[in-house]
């Protein structure tokens, strides 16, 4: 294969991830908390001997879109939605994750936790306890009251360099070393939506599709024209 091929295949390649990558966003149009994502390409040039450099396309960077959503009102006592910056931390088997999807349930032990069972974690990082058959109110800064009285702070949490968050599964991000962050507000009774533009991520699959398609035509041509050379050759 030519240079011209390996270019193209480096860039086919990128191109199928982003697919990917704009596929997951659309899928999760409805999940609450959910953070869309992006590709990064890079640029990678390569030196040959006695000719031009190769210049080849890399697409393995995601970038996370933290834009506020917009919140949905569900009165449950136990759905929380983030106004401003920050994250809800869970303890899951991988380890403390962050997440701004906030549907929680007290747990049989009473303790708050995610529909996959994670725990929900206050803001000295251990689990947030709720009386059973108590009237549970949550304040913009976390504080739990039970039937009045005071019995815990939800936390608020980010990553210590903005630059380590990394998107693990679903909703789940690591954030490596973590701090409270005091500038977000909790709205109970809400729950964030996702911050997926439906019509953008549908005319970025579209064009995706077709410069992928093009991309496949010139490879395509390449090989044509390939066989056509050795075929002259062979004669």
Not at 48 to 57: A, F, K, Y
Not at 135 to 157: F, R
Not at 212 to 221: I, N, R, S, T, V
């Amino acid at each position: 294969m030519d240079s011209a091929g390996y270019v193209a295949l480096s860039r086919q390649s990128g191109l199928m991830r982003e697919m990917q990558i704009v596929a997951n966003n659309v899928a999760n149009i409805s999940t609450n908390g959910f953070r869309r994502e992006g590709l990064v390409f890079a640029e990678h040039v390569a030196g040959l001997d006695r000719e031009p450099s190769l210049s080849l396309s890399h697409g393995n960077a995601r970038i996370t879109d933290l834009t506020q959503a917009g919140v949905t009102m569900t009165g449950g006592t136990f759905d929380l939605a983030i106004q401003g910056d920050g994250f809800f931390l869970v303890m899951t088997p991988e380890g403390e994750r962050l997440t701004r999807a906030g549907s929680f349930t007290p747990s049989v032990d009473g303790e708050l936790v995610t529909p996959e069972g994670y725990q929900l974690l206050d803001a000295g990082g251990a689990p947030v306890f709720v009386p059973p058959g108590a009237a549970i109110a949550v304040g913009e800064d976390g504080t739990i009251s039970a039937n009045g009285e005071a019995v815990g702070q939800i936390g608020l949490w980010q990553p210590g360099d903005p630059l380590a968050l990394r998107h693990r599964s679903g909703t789940l991000f690591d954030g490596g070393m973590v701090e409270p962050v005091d500038t977000g507000k909790i709205m109970q009774g809400f729950l964030e939506e996702s911050n997926v533009n439906p019509v953008a991520e549908i005319a970025r699959m579209i064009e995706v599709q077709r410069t992928y398609e093009m991309g496949q035509k010139f490879l395509e041509a390449e090989d044509s024209r390939a066989r056509n050379v050795i075929q002259t050759l062979g004669q």
